[in-house]
């Protein structure tokens, strides 16, 4: 145990002072009421709530962690923003046709339903050479 001494003027020499002793008393924090996390789990303890975020991999958040996130948040939005600024010097304003034509759709997608309708999807080459033969035969009707 060490031992406090202070100066007495009275008596002009070092007087050993006593400390005062602190109650024998101690905090213990209570539980918290049950709750119900976000995934519907019921939450009756501290031990719970903990067993529930390392088995769900979760991680808890107080205010502090909170603000630092929603400041991070704002800076990534504040550096979009100058990026797209930044990219619009170099966007141009789309030169619009004089008129608009009307474009002649053909049915090859329609036919090529009807074709592979209850078979099994070709492959990639299969699909290629499929069209291919589909637009011809197409042509050939006048269609």
């Known amino acids: ?6 100066w007495d003027d009275k008596q002009k ?12 008393v101690h905090y213990v924090q209570p539980d918290f009421e049950p709750f119900q996390s976000p995934d519907q789990a019921v939450i009756t303890s501290r031990t719970q709530w903990r067993e529930h975020l ?15 996130q929603q400041e991070s948040w704002n800076k990534r939005q504040e550096q979009h923003r100058e990026r797209v600024d930044r990219a619009k010097q170099y966007v141009k304003e789309y030169d619009r046709p004089q008129e ?3 474009c002649k ?11 592979l309708h209850g078979r099994p999807t070709p ?12 637009a011809k035969e197409m042509q050939k009707r006048g269609r």
């Open 1 to 6: 145990m060490t031992r406090t001494y202070r």
């Open 13 to 24: 020499m070092m007087i050993e002072v006593t400390p005062q002793r602190t109650a024998d």
């Open 54 to 68: 390392k088995a769900t991999d979760s991680v808890e958040f107080g205010h502090s962690d909170m603000k630092a």
């Open 100 to 102: 608009v034509r009307e």
């Open 105 to 115: 759709r053909s049915n090859l997608n329609v036919e090529m339903a009807n074709k």
């Open 123 to 134: 492959n990639r080459v299969e699909m290629i050479k499929l069209t291919m033969e589909t």
